[in-house]
Structure formats: structure tokens, C-alpha cells
């Protein structure tokens, strides 16, 4: 079942981001299973909201490449994590969606 994965994570800068962005290469090798990656900063911290195909799927991805990508980026605090099964998914502007979605990095991507 799809799942919603809401990640919280004070302190973490968007060159962090972007640097655990760059060491996974998502683009030229996509997580299995994930469907939908979003972040967002807001008051000193990361936000974001994935969908995956379920929470197994997220924490093998977590365990086989976001963690070491972390830990390169240096970041040494933990996210607070949870999930959520999806209830529906609407997308009225799917063009705009692939538009700003194009790539995984930010930069590339405006």
C-alpha cells in the first residue's frame, strides 16, 4: 500500500541537502519503489514528503544509500519520521509537476 513518509529535521542547511542529493545520484539511479519526493526548509529545518510504495521499501532505501549519504554530507543529528497510509492522490497540473520536478537537484530544476 502506499505510504506517506513525513520527514522533520532541525538544523540540517540546504547545502546539506543538496550534498546528500548529489551523493545519492538519483537521477541516474532512482530509488526503487519511491514515487514522489518533495523538500522544503522552513524555520531552520528540512521538511519533506515522500510517498514510497510502502514503509519497508523507504527503510531499505534508508538503510542501503541515505544513511551513508548522510553521514558524507556530515550530518549527525536524526530526523523525526513517520508514516502515513495515503488516503488519495491528486494531481490537477501534471505538466507543471514534471516541469519543476525534472531533476533531483534543486538548481537544476529552476
Known amino acids: 500500500m502506499p505510504t506517506v513518509m513525513s520527514m522533520e529535521w532541525p538544523g540540517v542547511t540546504q547545502d546539506q541537502y ?5 551523493a545519492l545520484e538519483l537521477d541516474k539511479n532512482p530509488p526503487s519503489g519511491c514515487m514522489l519526493h518533495m523538500a522544503a526548509f522552513n524555520s531552520g529545518m528540512l521538511r519533506c514528503m515522500d510517498i514510497w510504495e510502502s514503509q519497508q521499501v523507504f527503510e531499505k532505501f534508508q538503510k542501503e544509500r541515505l ?24 494531481v490537477p497540473n501534471m505538466e ?11 538548481t537544476a530544476a529552476a
Do not use: L
Open 18 to 22: 543538496n550534498q546528500v542529493m548529489r
Open 96 to 106: 507543471a509537476i514534471r516541469k519543476t520536478g525534472s531533476s533531483s537537484m534543486p
Open 67 to 90: 544513511t551513508a549519504a548522510v553521514q558524507k554530507a556530515g550530518i549527525t543529528t536524526q530526523p523525526k519520521v513517520q508514516f502515513f497510509p495515503v488516503y488519495n492522490i491528486y
